[in-house]
């Protein structure tokens, strides 16, 4: 059954450890390792301001941190500064050079279908299909998502994409997807999830349990939309993989929520 937004979470110790610190930034406890996706820790980037709450800050070190692509809202070099210098970056193939000319030395470009391990920890780069391109002068470089498996851990963070014919079965099985449901306005470009086209992304992944994200927690300057609109593709999207992927538990999250185990 889809969840609701869970807006005071109840600490339990089973699971995968999840905070959504907003747009598509997580803070994951995989238990024999802690991951920070897409890291997005500031109130402004670009020309957008955060909506939702400012979240507490995640631990500066993770295990490692993985970058989805090189858009602004998804590889963000100040926010990335903000963490120890000895955290991995995991980034697409093509992206290592950036990080590397702004002082990030720990660097680990991925291909998809690539793989990296830390320990427990093993990250594999999954294809993705959205611009790459790091506007407006570049570089360009693939974007990817990335599997995240750890003893007793799977689980897919899927960037930013619009359906692709590999994402069928992909990882399974898995206990928690990470999906974006929408965008930071009103409409969305080419390359993204809509709340029915990441319902039909569930169905393809058969997660035992989804969160959905990229939506709600950052907009235009000047765009104001009310609590209502921002929460709306998260519960459009719960209400479809209900009817659609009835096996698959949606958690909605509230961006700046504490930690919550799921799966």
Known sequence: MAGTEAHHPVETTKGTG?????????????????????????????????????????????????????????????????????????????GADLLRRHGFDAVVPLAAGQSWRAGGLTVTATPARHSGRREPWGPSAGAVGYLLETPGHRVYFAGDTDLFAQMEGLGAPLDLALVPVGGWGPRLGPGHLDPVRAAEAVARLRPRVVVPMHYGSFGPLGYRPSVATRRAPAQEFAREVHRRSPATHVRVLAPGSGRTWVA
């Open 18 to 94: 999840v905070r959504f610190l907003g747009h598509a930034t997580f803070e994951l406890d995989l238990g024999a390792a802690t991951v920070l996706t897409d890291p997005l820790l500031r109130q402004r980037v670009t020309f957008l301001r955060r909506l939702a709450p400012p979240p507490r800050p995640p631990s500066p070190t993770p295990t490692a941190v993985v970058v989805s692509h090189l858009h602004h809202d998804h590889c963000d070099l100040r926010s990335l500064a903000l963490l120890a210098p000895s955290t991995p970056v995991v980034v697409p193939a093509g």
